[in-house]
């Protein structure tokens, strides 16, 4: 009995590992993927045999470029897109989106809509969000049956289960259980992720040669977020996601923050700080709702143009940015950091005094070996590691084991 346990759980690994270098890779060959995994090529052979079979995987015709080497052509292996599919939703200040995607990654169908996520009710921002989720299943081009797995990304901070979101920004609603509400009104396993950790995982995909082992992703937009990748794990705390940079405290009694405290890092790098300071407002001035990124960018182009306080502004950004940086790295060591949002776009502004108040630090003594890279749009980000958390799931707990694959969909772009 004991040996057909080891045996199913190898085969299980087995499989696992072959269509995880298949998703990394994106066309493979059996001889890359055999070079990748280490398995033998008889076993990769008969794994990728069963796959195929099964719907998971397709082979693709060779390329020309191969194709022109002597020898036999290598034949690459596919996800199958009509294997399956995840959904993603995203709920951040005031702007909510739904996504499905299909087993090879690509989104199929997508809505946006513009909530006023401060004023609504708690009935009635979970009633939008299974709303747009629903109006996605009744989509007469997608196969309801194909979809195996909910992911929601939110600002703020969510349980370490994956079941809740505890506290947000965004509305003053609390505790909300995301993730069951979606089981319960769908009956496709949820879960419910930090937007900042999404961005994380995402990056990692993206590119695993400088997002690897230890990396930072920092959400520098209406508010100030963190997703921490360290000796390759996702960081999250014992009881919440963890990761709060945004309201590490740079000055006590300082700038009032939207969280209510006072001296937070976003309370001077959040864009309603950086707007407040801009506008010579005052640090006890009540954070503006909403500043749209059309402002931000025309403010960033006035800090450009003219050394005053709009310059002022994205400095003191900086140095908050900076001291919480140079703090973490006292404790982790430097590693790479990708400032990811609206305000990513103005980081030339930010990064002098970022860099200046991180070398004060002792986080700083090689602070001009740290790195940063920047991407201004967070939305497909968050969609990407929601995505790809939710079909890693697929690969490693339904297709893995051996299931069979679910019908295929079928699905056209929705604006």
């Given at each position: 009995m004991?040996?057909?346990?080891?045996?199913?759980?190898?085969?299980?690994?087995?499989?696992?590992?072959?269509?995880s270098?298949?998703?990394?890779?994106?066309?493979p060959?059996?001889t890359e993927?055999?070079?990748?995994?280490?398995l033998?090529h008889?076993?990769?052979?008969?794994i990728?045999?069963?796959?195929?079979g099964e719907?998971?995987?397709?082979?693709?015709?060779a390329?020309?470029?191969?194709?022109?080497?002597r020898?036999?052509?290598?034949v690459?292996?596919?996800?199958?897109?009509?294997?399956a599919?995840?959904?993603?939703?995203?709920?951040?200040?005031?702007?909510?989106?739904v996504?499905?995607?299909d087993y090879?990654?690509?989104?199929?169908a997508?809505?946006?809509?513009?909530?006023?996520?401060?004023?609504?009710?708690?009935?009635?921002?979970?009633?939008?969000?299974?709303?747009?989720v629903?109006r996605?299943?009744?989509?007469?081009?997608?196969?309801?049956h194909?979809v195996?797995?909910?992911?929601?990304?939110i600002?703020?901070?969510t349980?370490?289960?994956?079941?809740?979101?505890?506290w947000?920004?965004?509305?003053?609603?609390t505790?909300?259980?995301?993730?069951?509400?979606?089981?319960?009104?769908?009956?496709?396993?949820?879960?419910?992720?930090?937007?900042?950790?999404m961005?994380?995982?995402?990056?990692r995909w993206?590119?695993?040669?400088?997002?690897r082992d230890?990396?930072?992703?920092?959400?520098?937009?209406?508010?100030?977020?963190?997703?921490?990748?360290l000796?390759?794990?996702?960081?999250?705390?014992?009881?919440s996601?963890?990761?709060?940079?945004?309201?590490?405290?740079?000055?006590?009694?300082?700038?009032?923050?939207?969280?209510?405290?006072r001296?937070?890092?976003?309370?001077?790098?959040g864009?309603?700080?950086?707007?407040?300071?801009?506008k010579?407002?005052?640090?006890?001035?009540?954070?503006v709702?909403?500043?749209?990124d059309?402002d931000?960018?025309?403010?960033?182009a006035?800090?450009?143009?003219?050394?005053?306080?709009?310059?002022e502004?994205?400095r003191?950004?900086?140095?908050?940015?900076g001291?919480?940086?140079?703090n973490?790295f006292?404790?982790?060591?430097?590693?790479?950091?990708?400032?990811?949002?609206?305000?990513?776009?103005?980081?030339?502004?930010?990064e002098?005094?970022?860099?200046?108040a991180i070398?004060q630090?002792a986080?700083?003594?090689?602070s001009?070996?740290i790195?940063?890279d920047t991407?201004?749009?967070?939305?497909?980000?968050?969609?990407?590691?929601?995505?790809?958390?939710?079909?890693?799931?697929?690969?490693q707990?339904?297709?893995?084991?051996?299931?069979?694959?679910?019908p295929?969909?079928?699905?056209?772009?929705?604006?």
């Amino acid at each position: 009995m004991s040996v057909g346990i080891r045996h199913d759980d190898l085969r299980r690994r087995n499989r696992a590992m072959v269509i995880s270098a298949v998703r990394r890779a994106g066309q493979p060959s059996r001889t890359e993927i055999a070079a990748t995994t280490g398995l033998s090529h008889s076993t990769i052979s008969a794994i990728s045999s069963d796959l195929i079979g099964e719907g998971i995987l397709t082979e693709s015709k060779a390329s020309e470029t191969v194709s022109l080497k002597r020898g036999r052509p290598q034949v690459g292996l596919s996800l199958n897109p009509e294997a399956a599919a995840v959904m993603t939703v995203v709920l951040s200040l005031n702007f909510l989106s739904v996504a499905v995607i299909d087993y090879a990654g690509q989104v199929i169908a997508e809505e946006q809509r513009r909530l006023d996520t401060l004023t609504m009710p708690r009935d009635e921002l979970i009633g939008e969000c299974l709303a747009i989720v629903r109006r996605r299943f009744e989509d007469p081009d997608l196969n309801v049956h194909s979809v195996a797995r909910i992911a929601m990304g939110i600002q703020g901070i969510t349980d370490s289960h994956s079941r809740a979101m505890l506290w947000s920004p965004i509305t003053p609603q609390t505790d909300i259980a995301f993730a069951d509400i979606l089981e319960d009104e769908f009956g496709i396993p949820a879960t419910m992720e930090n937007d900042c950790n999404m961005m994380a995982v995402a990056l990692r995909w993206r590119d695993p040669d400088r997002y690897r082992d230890d990396f930072i992703a920092i959400l520098l937009s209406h508010g100030i977020g963190m997703g921490l990748v360290l000796k390759g794990e996702l960081f999250t705390g014992t009881h919440s996601s963890g990761g709060e940079l945004g309201h590490m405290i740079h000055r006590p009694g300082g700038a009032l923050c939207r969280c209510g405290r006072r001296g937070c890092v976003e309370a001077y790098a959040g864009n309603y700080a950086i707007w407040r300071n801009a506008k010579q407002m005052g640090e006890d001035a009540e954070p503006v709702a909403d500043v749209s990124d059309a402002d931000m960018r025309a403010l960033a182009a006035l800090a450009r143009e003219v050394d005053g306080p709009e310059r002022e502004a994205y400095r003191k950004a900086g140095e908050a940015l900076g001291f919480g940086l140079g703090n973490l790295f006292a404790l982790i060591d430097p590693a790479p950091v990708a400032m990811v949002g609206v305000s990513a776009a103005a980081f030339d502004l930010i990064e002098p005094a970022l860099r200046e108040a991180i070398a004060q630090t002792a986080g700083g003594q090689h602070s001009k070996s740290i790195s940063f890279d920047t991407e201004p749009n967070e939305l497909p980000l968050i969609r990407e590691g929601c995505a790809m958390r939710a079909l890693t799931f697929v690969d490693q707990e339904i297709f893995a084991p051996g299931a069979q694959a679910k019908p295929g969909i079928v699905g056209k772009s929705v604006a």
